[in-house]
T-cell receptor
């Protein structure tokens, strides 16, 4: 049973526009959420995180929003750049391990 | 500071064989965790080691095992390989255990192909 779901396997966005990547989870006990970005042939790299006591965290072009009642988080990238083209994984912390979603492939075109 | 190093990068094995993958964490990091990435399944947690002790294990059969040495380097072993074990195996290190909110630093992975 997938506790962290990324229902959109892919997303295509024009350069300069906003990219919105979504993630849903089922366990209300998750208390910390993270986003990772992965380029081909490389390991995932940490992007941004949010604690369950917050509803928003911003870092430059990246903002993560958390809606606990809906068990939903989203990653906003503004403005999107071609270098943002990668696979994005959301992850939730479950006591002593991270549970990852299946990833969303973002393509930013000129 | 050197990143997380995984060796080898690529491996081709035959069904029934066994394989050992290696991971050297970032200097000073004592937690090493392992993940399996397959298409459509995302990253599945295998296990975490901290100070040479396995702290937690995911939902994988006993054919998957690991260990950690006193210098924090870790190895993962898969015995009696099956075709379904073909995947990218990623290791990650962090300063604290996964119980803490320390971001993981991943290696580039070992691509295992079982024929």
């Amino acid at each position: 049973d997938q506790q962290v779901k990324q229902n959109s396997p892919s997303l295509s966005v024009q350069e300069g526009r906003i990219s919105i990547l979504n993630c849903d989870y089922t366990n209300s006990m998750f208390d910390y959420f993270l986003w990772y970005k992965k380029y081909p042939a490389e390991g995932p790299t940490f992007l941004i995180s949010i604690s369950s006591i917050k509803d928003k965290n911003e870092d430059g072009r990246f903002t993560v929003f958390l809606n606990k009642s809906a068990k939903h988080l989203s990653l906003h990238i503004v403005p999107s750049q071609p270098g943002d083209s990668a696979v994005y994984f959301c992850a939730a912390k479950d006591t002593d391990k991270l549970i990852f979603g299946t990833g969303t492939r973002l393509q930013v075109f000129p | 500071k050197a990143g997380v190093t995984q060796t080898p990068r690529y491996l081709i094995k035959t069904r029934g064989q066994q394989v050992t993958l290696s991971c050297s964490p970032i200097s000073g990091h004592r937690s090493v965790s392992w993940y399996q990435q397959t298409p459509g399944q995302g990253l599945q947690f295998l296990f975490e080691y901290f100070s040479e002790t396995q702290r937690n294990k995911g939902n994988f059969p006993g054919r998957f095992s690991g260990r950690q040495f006193s210098n924090s380097r870790s190895e993962m072993n898969v015995s009696t390989l099956e075709l379904g074990d073909s995947a990218l195996y990623l290791c990650a290190s962090s300063t604290g255990t996964l119980s803490y909110n320390s971001p993981l630093h991943f290696g580039n992975g070992t691509r295992l192909t079982v024929t």
